[in-house]
């Protein structure tokens, strides 16, 4: 009795069937112990647990060099770096993706706005000012989005529409719509009036969004469309009305990531320039 209770006990610690010969039972561990370091574990592993992170598990599944920059270098160190608030760089991120006509990443990035102290009304006031800036199609574009994202998160709409006194005008526009009738009257003289009255003293003195807000967002998009001989009066207003070069620089920064290397180098040599 005590011999068959010590074999079950035996059974149960090795893991063999009962009837299995002794040599068989002394001679399993022995031989388990000659294998490789974790080879044992191996046959019974399941499969790689993939990391968590803002890229997910199909760029981690399929591109995992890219996987790697978007967690370590994009949202592991630039998202994060305080040169820049979230909150701007959201500003920037959205501008960028609504400017190139990229929809489908807006989504994501719209809602992040959001979280990050981007309010509904600025939030449509970018895409307004992007209207006059990328062109009604790029807006029109983006509208399906916004309808989605502020239906979401049951957004009043109504108080979108809330009228409010403009913006007092800056400084340096008498000299800026000046220099608009000076180079485009003669040759097209509506441009120049809808140039003056509409886009500078209509749109830019909206209160949806603030100038400091207004000129970031129009360096960024003029920046991923790659039309970087206009950048420099936006440059002008962005200091005029608050950026600090620091900030500007650092927006350029951040739209490589979401314009491309080469509109970001050519955006930061006007810049360089200043």
């Known amino acids: 009795m005590a011999q068959s209770i010590t074999m079950n006990r035996l059974d149960r610690t090795i893991g063999v069937k009962r009837n299995t010969p002794l040599v068989w039972v002394l001679t399993i561990p022995l031989l388990v112990s000659l294998l490789p370091a974790g080879t044992a574990r ?59 006509g ?96 509409v886009v500078f003293d209509d749109l830019w003195r909206r209160s949806d969004l603030s100038v400091r807000d207004r000129s970031l967002v129009s360096i960024a998009a003029l920046a991923a469309m790659g039309d970087d001989d206009q950048l420099d009066l936006y440059l002008l207003r962005g200091i005029e009305s608050g950026l600090t070069r620091d900030q500007i620089a650092e927006a350029l920064t951040h739209l490589a990531f979401y314009a491309g290397w080469s509109k970001a180098t050519k955006a930061m040599t006007v810049f360089g320039r200043r």
């Open 102 to 197: 990229k929809p489908a990443q807006l989504q994501g990035h719209l809602g992040r706005a959001l979280r990050n102290g981007v309010t509904p009304m600025e939030a449509s006031g970018v895409l307004t000012h992007l209207a006059i800036y990328c062109g009604w199609p790029s807006a029109v574009t983006a509208l399906e989005v916004y309808d989605q994202v502020y239906g979401a998160r049951d957004i009043d709409t109504e108080a979108l529409r809330v009228a409010v006194a403009p913006l007092p005008a800056l400084a340096s526009d008498a000299a800026r719509s000046q220099s608009v009738n000076d180079q485009f009257a003669t040759i097209a003289p509506k441009f120049a009036e809808l140039t003056n009255e």
């Open 42 to 100: 191996a046959q019974t592993a399941g499969p790689p647990q993939q990391r968590t992170g803002p890229s997910g598990a199909v760029q981690q599944r399929l591109v995992p060099g890219m996987a790697t920059y978007t967690d370590e270098v994009l949202y592991g160190d630039v998202w994060s770096r305080p040169e820049l608030s979230p909150r701007d760089r959201s500003l920037v991120t959205i501008s960028v993706l609504i400017a190139t």
